[in-house]
Structures are given as structure tokens and as C-alpha cells.
């Protein structure tokens, strides 16, 4: 048993998509699906990969556009945080609001989840972490030694808490208390950008690391 993954950067935004398997059984689940879905098809037609559902990190178009497609070809379920329901099903008047793009009409979610909830992959078990700020329903995966931090953490950053139902308290508590009690030696996988660890952004995100800005209270 072996736990892998893949990353497709897609869309304007170079957002990561990740697939995440275990090998021998070629189990394996979507985590966002930004857009560019042949690409990540190619991916999983690759490898042959059996895909059980696409789980977003939060509900902004750059996470999910690809979801229609995906499901329409892998016969798979698609799964939100409820509390961010709202962003998706306003996604297009958002979208159009903030950015000033047009974009399709959003999946319809086919389930939930939420905090302390398992996914099955392969035998692994992915934990879900509620970490609201970036948007009320921004969620991280956990698995083993792997965190997939969507928009709340990256490599010497943090995600926007501009938009709509942002909140940058959130978002630093979402950080201190439930990322960065996690093993200083986690892999952690953000929504755009280059992977970092847990030991490093403690150490030195400028924002909500030792000497953040954010940190100070
Ligand atoms: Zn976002
Ligand atoms: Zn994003």
C-alpha cells in the first residue's frame, strides 16, 4: 500500500488540482478541480485510476470549474463544506462582482462534509479540517504525512480574507489551532503555488509564522 498523488497547476489562476491514490488498488479522489478538466483526466486515464469523488478545499471558481465535466465523464460525487454553499450557488454574480469574468453555471454539490469527517482512499483515511477565513466553508484534507491547505495556507502566505464572507481573525485561528499543531515534518499541498511545510511557515510566514504580522495579538 502507497500513497501518491498528482498535481495539475490549471486555469488562469494556476490553480493546483491534486488526485490523490494509493497505488496497488488505484483508488483515488480529486481534490479541486479548477478548470482545464482533460488535463486531469489525462492524469487519471493514465494511471487508471478509480475515482470516488471530488472534494473541494472551498467553493471559488477557481476550484471548481472543472467540476461539471469531471463528473459528467468519471461518474463520480462531488462534496462541499455546507457553510460554503452560498459562494457556489452565487458563484457566477460573484465571479462577474469581483473579478469582472463570466463564468459557467456552478456544479450542484452532491453531499457534505465537515469537521472530523473521514474519507476512504485505498485504506488510507483522509481527515477533514474546518478552517474558515479564506471563505466560511474552506476545509483541509489531512492523510498521514500529507496536508492539501487549499486557499488558507501557503508557501509564505496566507489566502485573501477579502472576499465575500471572509475574515482574517478566522483565518489565523483556522492556522494556529488546526495546521500548525500538525507535525512540523507535514507536506503541506496549497491551492496555487509551491508545496512548504507545516515547520517551515511556523518558522517563517510572514504573516502568521513565530513573527508574523498577523500573529501578534
Ligand atoms: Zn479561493
Ligand atoms: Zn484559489
Redo the contacts with the bound molecule.
Keep these: 500500500m502507497a500513497l501518491k498523488y498528482v498535481t495539475n497547476a490549471v486555469g488562469m489562476l494556476l490553480s493546483n488540482s491534486y488526485i490523490l491514490y494509493e497505488e496497488s488498488s488505484k483508488e483515488a479522489i480529486i481534490i479541486d478541480a479548477g478548470d482545464d478538466a482533460w488535463r486531469i483526466l489525462e492524469s487519471i486515464h493514465e494511471r487508471r485510476l478509480k475515482v470516488k469523488g471530488i472534494y473541494v478545499t472551498?467553493c471559488?471558481f477557481?476550484?471548481v470549474l472543472a467540476v461539471n465535466d469531471l463528473r459528467e465523464s468519471l461518474g463520480c460525487e462531488f462534496y462541499i463544506h455546507p457553510s460554503d454553499l452560498e459562494i457556489l450557488t452565487s458563484l457566477r454574480e460573484h465571479t462577474r462582482m469581483f473579478l469582472g469574468i463570466e463564468v459557467p453555471d456552478p456544479p450542484k454539490a452532491d453531499g457534505y462534509v465537515n469537521e472530523g469527517d473521514f474519507i476512504e482512499v485505498g485504506g488510507y483515511r483522509v481527515s477533514v479540517l474546518h478552517t474558515p477565513g479564506?471563505?466560511p466553508g474552506s476545509v483541509c484534507y489531512h492523510v498521514e504525512n500529507i496536508l492539501f491547505s487549499g486557499?488558507t495556507l501557503f508557501r509564505a502566505s496566507i489566502?485573501r480574507t477579502d472576499g465575500p464572507g471572509g475574515d482574517p481573525r478566522k483565518i489565523v485561528e483556522s492556522i494556529h489551532k488546526k495546521l500548525f499543531t500538525l507535525p512540523e515534518d507535514t507536506h503541506v499541498l496549497p491551492?496555487h503555488g509551491p508545496a512548504t511545510s507545516i515547520g517551515y511557515e511556523k518558522e517563517h510566514n510572514p504573516f502568521v509564522g513565530r513573527n508574523g504580522i498577523m500573529s501578534r495579538t
Aim: proline fraction near 0%.
Design positions: 472551498h471559488h477557481d476550484h479564506h471563505s486557499d489566502g491551492g
